[in-house]
């Protein structure tokens, strides 16, 4: 059912006891991390290699949480050869995309 998160993985962060919590830290999440990560075009056109690596290393804790271990990988390998990581960073707004519409469907059927 999903291709990147992994609900066992989420429950076993935040536990599954909470409900109103666990959507809050989803939520956050979405609105936080991953549009942060979306929003890198600038970053790259500018080639702001520092904001793209602190972007990256900040949203890799979060990408554990909800089981996306291939995004988080691509996050690293972004991290590690920043001047030559444009490719990941498309693979990456792929996986965003993804995410997203899980985790929206994770929510839902909370």
């Not at 291709?3 to 992994?6: E, M, P, T, Y």
């Given at each position: 059912m999903y291709?990147?998160?992994?609900p066992q993985t989420i429950f076993q962060y935040?536990?599954?006891d909470d409900k109103e919590m666990l959507?809050?830290?989803i939520?956050?999440?979405l609105d936080?991390?991953?549009q942060?990560?979306?929003n890198m075009e600038?970053?790259?056109a500018s080639n702001d290699w520092g904001m793209i690596k602190k972007r990256c290393h900040k949203a890799k804790p979060s990408m554990s949480y909800i089981g996306a271990i291939q995004t988080r990988k691509i996050?690293?390998?972004i991290e590690s050869d920043l001047e030559t990581s444009q490719d990941k960073f498309s693979e990456l707004k792929e996986h965003i995309e993804i995410i997203e519409k899980e985790l929206q469907t994770f929510l839902e059927s909370l």
């Open positions: 291709q990147l998160i992994s935040f536990g599954d959507q809050e830290m939520q956050i999440i936080s991390n991953l942060d990560l979306k600038d970053l790259y996050l690293e390998s």
